[in-house]
C-alpha cells in the first residue's frame, strides 16, 4: 500500500506528528544520498517522501498559512537538485507536485510542470504509455528497481482529501464510500487509483479550461487538442481501467461533447463491477443533455 495512505491512516498519531515522521525519514535518506548519491532505490524514496510531505502538509495545515512563494520555492529548490531528471522516477513525483499547485489553485505553475513532464515523453526520454501501463504498481516495488524499467506508480486519492480534490474525484470518493458501506472500518483504506499520465492530462484540460474562462493572460493549449489527448491516452491504454475513463467522460460532458462521453461511460459502465459513481456521472450528462 503506498506510503502516503499508510501514514495518513495511522490513527495513533496527530497529523503534524505524522508530518515530523515523514520529514525525519526525508532527513536520513538525504544523509544516505550523500553517501550513495547513485543509489535508485534512495533516490526513489526521496521522491516519494517529499512528495508524500506536500501531500499531507496540503491536508493536515492550513493550506494558505504559508505564501503562494514558500510553496513555489520548495519545490523549486527540490527539483533544482536534479530530483526530477529521469522520467520513470519522477513521474509520479511531477504528478503529485502538479496536484499540489492544482488543489492550491495555482493553475499556471501547474501547466508549466506539466509542460515539462510531456515535453520529454514526446521527445522519447521516457517509455511509452503502453509501456507505463505495463510496469504500473499501486506502491513501489523495490524488485523492479534493479531492472531497466523502473515502476511508474499510480496516482492515489484517499478519503482525508477529499475536501480539496475536483468534484469529479469527490464523487469517485463518496461513492466508493457508499459501495463499500458496512464492510469499511476505521482502519479501512479508502482510496482512489489513476494512471499518473491520465491524471496529469486531466488536470492540464482543467487548469487550462478555468485560466481561459478567466480570461488569464498565460498561454494555454487548445483545449479541444487537450481533449483529444486524454482521450488518446485512456482509451488506447487505460480503457480497462474505471476511474480513467469516467474522469474522460467528466471532462467531454464539461466540454459539451454528450455523444462522446455517453460512449466513454457506456465503456465505464461494463467496467463498474460493485460501483456505482458512474451512474452519478451519467445522470449529470443526461441533465445536461435534456
Known amino acids: ?23 525525519d525519514m526525508l532527513d536520513n535518506i538525504q544523509r544516505a544520498l550523500k553517501s550513495n548519491p547513485s543509489t535508485i532505490e534512495l533516490q526513489y524514496l526521496r521522491n516519494l517522501l517529499f512528495c508524500n510531505q506536500l501531500r499531507f502538509e496540503n491536508i493536515a495545515i492550513d493550506r494558505f498559512q504559508k505564501t503562494e512563494d514558500d510553496l513555489v520555492n520548495r519545490i523549486d529548490t527540490f527539483s533544482s537538485g536534479g530530483c526530477l531528471q529521469n522520467v520513470t522516477l519522477c513521474l509520479g513525483a511531477r ?28 521527445q522519447n526520454h521516457g517509455p511509452t504509455m503502453q ?29 482525508l482529501e477529499k475536501a480539496i480534490l475536483s468534484a469529479d474525484l469527490k464523487v469517485e470518493i463518496y461513492s466508493r464510500e457508499t459501495d463499500l458501506g458496512k464492510y469499511l472500518d476505521k482502519h479501512s483504506n479508502l482510496d482512489v487509483n489513476v494512471h499518473p499520465l491520465v491524471y496529469i492530462y486531466y488536470m492540464e ?13 498565460v498561454i494555454v493549449r487548445n483545449i479541444s487538442a487537450i481533449l483529444k489527448e486524454l482521450a488518446h491516452q485512456v482509451l488506447r491504454y487505460t480503457a480497462h481501467e474505471y476511474i ?5 467522460g467528466c471532462c ?18 461494463r467496467k463498474r463491477e460493485d460501483r456505482t459513481s458512474v451512474l452519478y456521472h451519467m445522470a449529470t450528462l443526461l441533465r445536461k443533455c435534456f
Open 252 to 269: 467531454l460532458t464539461e466540454y459539451k461533447r454528450y455523444e462522446g462521453a455517453i460512449k466513454v461511460f457506456t465503456k465505464s459502465f
Open 131 to 159: 509501456l507505463m501501463s505495463l510496469i504500473r504498481f499501486p506502491q513501489p516495488d523495490f524488485g523492479m528497481l534493479q531492472s531497466i524499467m523502473e515502476p511508474v506508480c499510480s496516482m492515489t486519492f484517499i478519503k
Open 244 to 248: 480513467s475513463l469516467n474522469l474522460l
Open 205 to 217: 484540460y482543467k487548469s487550462s479550461k478555468y485560466l481561459e474562462k478567466r480570461q488569464a493572460s
Open 95 to 122: 504528478a503529485q507536485i502538479t496536484h499540489v499547485y492544482f488543489t492550491h489553485k495555482l493553475y499556471e505553475k501547474a501547466l508549466i510542470m506539466i509542460s515539462q513532464v510531456l515535453e520529454r515523453i514526446k
Open 1 to 23: 500500500m503506498c506510503m502516503f495512505i499508510f501514514l495518513s491512516e495511522n490513527s495513533k498519531d496527530s497529523k503534524i506528528e505524522v508530518i515530523k515522521h515523514i520529514r
